[in-house]
């Protein structure tokens, strides 16, 4: 599985940015997709989530009503639409796959494939 993120700018405070993930391979056994972002000398963290089915998203409590995760089947792309972005949205945005094992969709570490990261930078 491969995944390519894209759509990190540079931007003002209250302005809006989608991110895309495009995912390629076997995608047969993908449970999730996650975004994560990681700011300057913090760790990596989830921001939202979806399964690989598109039914159920997930979000972080600091992103919940101004980030929406979707996922476009037919394109086998993932989407984050962030709106009334901050200054502390600013970070390397990735997005990330899971294969299937029962697992949760926050965890870091039970990610198995990443793409690279894109930045964006909310200035205030």
């Known amino acids: 599985v491969q995944l390519q993120a894209s759509g990190g700018g540079l931007v003002q405070a209250g302005d809006s940015l989608r991110l895309s993930c495009a995912v390629t391979?076997?995608?047969?056994?993908?449970?999730?997709i996650g975004w994560f972002r990681q700011p300057p000398g913090k760790e990596r963290d989830n921001v939202a989530a979806i399964n690989w089915s598109g039914v159920n998203t997930y979000y972080v409590d600091s992103v919940k009503g101004r980030f929406t995760i979707s996922k476009d089947t037919a394109q086998n792309a993932v989407y984050l639409q962030m709106n009334s972005l901050k200054p502390e949205d600013t970070a390397v945005y990735y997005c990330a796959a899971q294969e299937q094992r029962g697992g949760n969709y926050y965890h870091t570490v039970l990610y198995d494939y990443w793409g690279q990261g894109t930045q964006v930078t909310v200035s205030s």
């Open positions: 391979g076997n995608t047969f056994n993908i449970d999730y």
